[in-house]
């Protein structure tokens, strides 16, 4: 009896010390403020993971201390939104489906983090409404323009709620490029198979003195690799 209570005791304390360890060195990674110590924690070990475990190269958004932003990305796999919040210095809102909002076992972290939902067949713009008030608020917000996963290089059609954003809320629009995930096309596999990934971050565009089809077609510029003849390096 008194050997097993003594398991127990250890089991406890081996478990509490591994807890502690956990929430110290997510903080120590942590570089956004997400206004929770818990999402500080997960913010930290979001971008360990995607450092080591996925061999991310050290590539970071510029963004404005302060103020609305609009970050756009190509989005080849479920590993994508993790990369972005590795690549941000501020905490990010994500517009994401409607579907996937409300995927079981993670509405509460989707929540919890400020995810958007939108409702891609009936009332999209009931999201942008929302995007466009927390732009006004000086928040971050994150689209994904193809509107869901295309792992192919190939330009394909960006849905034009970007630009309409950004001629609203008059916010400069900071572009990068997602390469090298080895579970591209696919959501949990690409968050489980190792990768060597690649962002590429290029200079905020401004749609100010851009027609709506001019601003939408230099965003598919720099989110598909094979249109980079004519665009300036990124950084990398």
């Not at 500080?40 to 996925?54: I, K, P, T």
């Not at 809320?169 to 995930?181: E, F, M």
Request: proline residues 4%; hydrophobic residues 45%.
């Amino acid at each position: 009896m008194t050997l097993a209570i003594l398991i127990v005791t250890i089991s406890l304390a081996s478990g509490l010390l591994a807890l502690r360890w956990i929430w110290r060195s997510g903080l120590a990674r942590q570089r956004a403020d997400w206004g929770s110590a818990w999402l500080n924690v997960l913010d930290g070990w979001v971008r360990s993971f995607c450092r080591h475990y996925h061999r991310m190269n050290a590539a970071a958004l510029d963004l404005p201390e302060r103020g609305g932003a609009i970050i756009v990305a190509n989005h080849v796999s479920g590993l994508d939104p993790l990369l972005v919040v590795a690549a941000s210095t501020r905490p990010v809102r994500f517009l994401i489906a409607r579907e996937e909002y409300e995927r079981f076992g993670l509405q509460w972290l989707f929540r919890a983090i400020g995810c958007i939902p939108v409702d891609r067949g009936q009332r999209p713009e009931r999201a942008l409404r929302e995007a466009l008030r927390v732009l006004q608020l000086g928040e971050v917000v994150v689209l994904f323009p193809h509107g869901g996963i295309h792992a192919d290089e190939t330009p394909g059609l960006l849905k034009g709620g970007v630009v309409k954003l950004a001629e609203k809320s008059h916010c400069l629009i900071y572009p990068l490029h997602i390469d090298g995930v080895r579970g591209a096309g696919h959501t949990l596999y690409a968050v489980l198979l190792r990768s060597r990934v690649q962002l590429r971050i290029f200079p905020p565009l401004s749609c100010a003195q851009l027609e709506h089809r001019e601003c939408l077609q230099a965003i598919s510029k720099l989110l598909h690799k094979k249109l980079w003849g004519d665009v300036v390096e990124a950084k990398k």
